[in-house]
């Protein structure tokens, strides 16, 4: 099913929650929803559901328009992080619970009902424990149960808020893995939403980054990886470091230094210099580069942490090295990027 969001907007009590969004998402696509807090992810879902109506815009799936459509006429099913399975019901009863529900002259037999109800159990790698009660599940087994029951309807579009978010990360790990392959065997429609940007990048085939009611980017895992739209994206997408810098005739100034780096078209003025920790190597020569001093040096698993103060400013790097690649780490360090990408000043202060 596609679904195309013409231009909506979503006011609380005059508070705009989403503006001016638009998005095409393509029959069959595992899209996910990716931002802050109160960026308006699940407004977004809620929407797409009909839990909500639109202060303006529309919602098509496929030629349809569904903004005034109920949640039952969409057809579509949901998990939300807290959306607790019903205590009192087993967990088959619980699965079937959607098709139980549905008018009589819609709703299958029961004979029916208990046999999807274990196919899907067996679909979410549950096969058996239709009798069980959730309380004698783990978290892991429950969010799967859920989805199962979500996925029982049949529905055009699958919407899951945060499933995963109240497990530890092992577990979430093992069913991002999980639900990436049930999306390839069933191929539903799926729109995800996450604040976790590693899980948006490993299970999505675009993500679609929002921020204060707006959506910045839509992209694949690469494209808001290696061509961030705004200094937003390239700060919420990984590690970041941002070095204040004045652009002249197209060289790219440090205080007074020129570096090395290819002319730019930005017009003259101040601008910002976004930099990804491993993405800066050390130079041998001061000239060109970024000089600083090392103000702390830390170890991870993989890597060497070096945090550089660049000359009397506020302004500090964090390097990331190889962590072999441990000499002369105290006092005067030179490094050079080997990416980065440069935005104006003004940009930066719309994105904070
Ligand atoms: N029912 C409501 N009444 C008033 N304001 C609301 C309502 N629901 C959401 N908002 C506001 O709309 C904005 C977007 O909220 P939303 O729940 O969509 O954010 P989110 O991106 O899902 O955040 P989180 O990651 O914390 O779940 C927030 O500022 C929130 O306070
Ligand atoms: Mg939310």
């Known amino acids: 099913m596609d679904i195309s969001i013409e231009n909506i907007r979503k006011e609380f009590e005059r508070f705009p ?12 696509e595992l899209i996910a929803l990716l931002g802050p807090s109160g960026s308006g992810k699940t407004t977004l879902l809620r929407l797409i559901a009909g839990l909500e109506f639109l202060t303006s815009g529309r919602i098509l799936f496929g030629n349809e328009d569904a903004s005034h459509k ?10 939300f992080q807290h959306y607790a399975l019903f205590k009192h019901m087993t967990v088959a009863d619980n699965v079937g619970f959607g098709l139980r529900v549905r008018p009589r002259s819609q709703r299958p037999s029961r004979a029916e ?10 679909l979410v790698q549950l096969p058996g424990l239709g009798k069980r009660f959730p309380a004698q599940l783990s978290g ?5 149960v859920a989805l199962a029951r979500a996925l029982a309807i049949e ?14 990360a092992k577990v979430r790990r093992e069913l991002r893995r999980w639900l990436r392959e049930l999306h390839e065997r069933t191929g539903h429609t799926t729109v995800f939403v996450t604040h976790d940007q590693e899980e948006a990048m490993e299970l999505a085939d675009r993500v679609v980054v929002m921020s204060n009611g707006k959506i910045e980017q839509v992209g694949s895992a690469d494209d808001i990886y290696d061509a961030p739209a705004s200094p ?8 970041s470091n941002a070095l204040r810098v004045h652009v002249e005739a197209g060289r790219v100034y440090l205080d007074d230094r020129p570096l090395e780096l290819p002319r730019t078209n930005l017009p003259d003025g101040p601008a910002r210099l976004y930099l990804r920790p491993h993405d800066l190597e050390v130079s041998r020569d001061e000239a060109g580069s970024i000089p600083g001093v090392i103000s702390a040096v ?3 698993s993989g890597a060497r942490l070096i945090e550089l103060e660049i000359g009397g400013r506020r302004d500090r790097l964090e390097i990331e090295l190889p962590a072999e690649q441990s000499h002369r780490l105290n006092g005067r360090l030179a490094v050079r990027p080997r990416k980065w990408q440069l935005y104006r000043d003004d940009e930066c202060r719309l994105a904070s």
């Open 155 to 168: 529905p055009r579009v699958l919407l899951l808020d945060e499933p995963f978010g109240a497990l530890d």
């Open 298 to 300: 830390r170890r991870t």
């Open 70 to 79: 109920s949640v039952q006429e969409r057809n579509v099913g949901f998990v």
């Open 232 to 239: 937003f994206v390239f700060s919420f997408i990984g590690a």
């Open 140 to 144: 892991g087994q429950r969010q799967r």
């Open 113 to 122: 009902i208990r046999r999807r109800a274990e196919e899907l159990l067996e």
């Open 17 to 28: 929650a989403l503006h001016d969004v638009s998005l095409d998402i393509r029959s069959g």
